[in-house]
């Protein structure tokens, strides 16, 4: 139950409402929609649950709409860190240190082995900037400018800013935003369940190979670095098949690429290892993370980078362009990392890791029985608590289910009390994957309940 009690009296959030409807644009909306009601007002949460305005409770499955509240709602001791923090030393930019920014780097790198500087900034989108930034610099240090492109895989996403938009592998993002920035060349997805091959044996390894055809056509030594996200996200929760992360690994070393790794829905424990990119046995050079970092309780993010490309951006000191001529002048607020070291703790202390290991095995096994019973399912997918379920018109054309019934199931369930999310409307392979990615803490009752209201949505629109 909630025992966050909102002290907000009604007729004061209904005034509220009145005035974000009159004022406030929000995100991704279609504001068409809110000129005749006022939008819902979330006021308080605890654990995995939130109540609105009218006093309605709801099972939140996706962790703040976007996979972010990792350690659940309310969480006290994050809300007084940060108080005690700021309280104390607010901000400061640039090359002073911050007692909390000192403290997280060290708890962080100590949960990526082989990783060993961060970069603080305050978004995904920017902790993605900051990784570009990194390998055009390099590319003029020590390649005259020439292994200056990027390339990144059909379907990922990696930020709302046009550079990583340009980075992003999904035509609805980016329809009517371009022109984009030059240097970024996509490459085939690697979702075995929409195989681009007929005999789909070694789907991993072939698939892999597709990023080493667009290297070679445009030529290895223009080639800088390629980013992936662990697990695809909002372009349909696609866990990555058998073999592929090995070969892409081989290949950025055959190649000389950096390996970017985008853990910005992956990071912090969202797949049962603090990083998803742990579960592949593979050694980015750059990893990115926001969301999970503070779990939504200030913004934080991080660009996490080898020793070793940290080393190319001090090499010639006498070169007062070598060093890496970045800022972001939120990275230097205090609060971010005062709530990222106890949103660690807590992720530690409770054994979250496990629980999530535990739970998402679990949820696979509901998905599983889910899947055999109605037929618009496809394909269920994910690692940990961090799930996808596919739906189809068809299990033998694979034909994608119209948007409408992940729209009406997603109602459905909000209607029954549990909020569930939905990939981007990307085109036809996209629209129409249900996800799930509730707080970490999630228990079997939480799962449960979720799977209950998900399969009690689809027998009502069956
Ligand atoms: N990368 C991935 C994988 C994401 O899912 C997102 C956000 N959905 C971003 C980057 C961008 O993060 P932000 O919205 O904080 O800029």
């Known amino acids: 139950g909630n025992t966050n009690v909102n002290t907000t009296p009604a007729t004061e959030i209904d005034e509220l409402a009145a005035k974000d409807q009159k004022h406030v644009w929000h995100h991704l909306t279609q ?12 006021v308080s949460g605890e654990g995995l649950r939130i109540t609105d305005d009218k006093g309605n409770e709801y099972l939140d499955a996706v962790a703040g709409a976007v996979w972010t509240v990792n350690v659940g709602y309310g969480r006290e001791r ?71 492109k990027i390339l990144f895989r059909e379907r990922d996403y990696h930020g709302t800013t046009i550079t990583a938009l340009s980075a992003t592998g999904q035509l609805q993002r980016k329809d009517q935003y371009g022109p984009f920035t030059p240097g970024f060349v996509e490459f085939p997805h690697c979702c075995e369940y929409r195989s681009q091959f007929e005999d789909t044996t070694d789907y991993g390894v072939k698939a892999a190979l597709e990023m080493e055809k667009v290297i070679l056509a445009e ?97 010639d000191p006498s070169d007062n362009m070598s060093y890496f001529r970045d800022i972001s002048t939120f990275g230097g607020c205090t609060a971010g990392p005062a709530a990222a070291i106890e949103n660690m703790k807590i992720i530690e202390e409770e054994n979250l890791l496990e629980n999530v290991t535990k739970m998402g095995e679990y949820a696979m096994d509901r998905m599983l029985a889910l899947k055999e019973k109605h037929a618009m399912i496809g394909d269920v997918r994910g690692k940990g608590l961090f799930l996808g379920i596919e739906l189809v018109k068809d299990r033998e054309t694979k034909e994608p289910m119209d948007e409408s019934v992940s729209v009406a199931i997603a109602a459905d369930c909000m209607k029954n009390g549990v909020i569930i999310g939905r990939t981007n409307r990307s085109f036809a392979t996209l629209n129409n994957t249900l996800c799930l990615a509730p707080a970490l803490i999630a228990t079997k009752d939480d799962i449960d309940e979720i799977m209950d209201a998900i399969d009690a949505a689809i027998t009502r629109l069956s």
């Not at 504001?31 to 979330?42: N, Q, S």
């Not at 603080?120 to 902790?127: K, L, V």
Request: hydrophobic residues 40%; neutral net charge; aromatic residues 10%.
């Open 78 to 148: 994050i809300a007084k860190a940060v108080y005690e923090q700021i309280k104390t030393m607010n901000f400061f930019a640039g090359s002073m240190g911050s007692a909390p920014g000192a403290q997280f780097a060290e708890m962080l790198i100590d949960k990526m082995p082989g990783m060993n500087r961060v970069y603080y900034s305050n978004s995904g989108s920017e902790a993605n900037e900051k990784a570009f930034k990194m390998v055009r610099q390099i590319s003029h240090n020590k390649y005259d400018g020439k292994k200056h």
């Open 31 to 42: 504001h068409k929609g809110f000129e005749t009601t006022t939008p819902m007002m979330m």
């Open 219 to 315: 030529g290895p030594d223009t080639v800088g670095a390629v980013i992936v996200e662990p697990i695809t996200a909002g372009g349909g929760v696609i866990t990555p098949p058998a073999g592929y992360y090995e070969k892409i690994q081989e290949l950025c070393k055959k190649y000389n690429l950096l390996l970017i790794v985008d853990e910005v829905v992956c990071g912090l424990g969202r797949t049962g290892t603090w990083f998803g990119y742990q579960h592949f046995g593979i050694k980015p050079d750059i990893v990115t993370m926001a969301k999970g970092v503070a779990s939504g309780y200030a913004a934080i993010s991080c660009t996490v980078t080898t020793e070793e490309v940290f080393n190319m951006f001090k090499e």
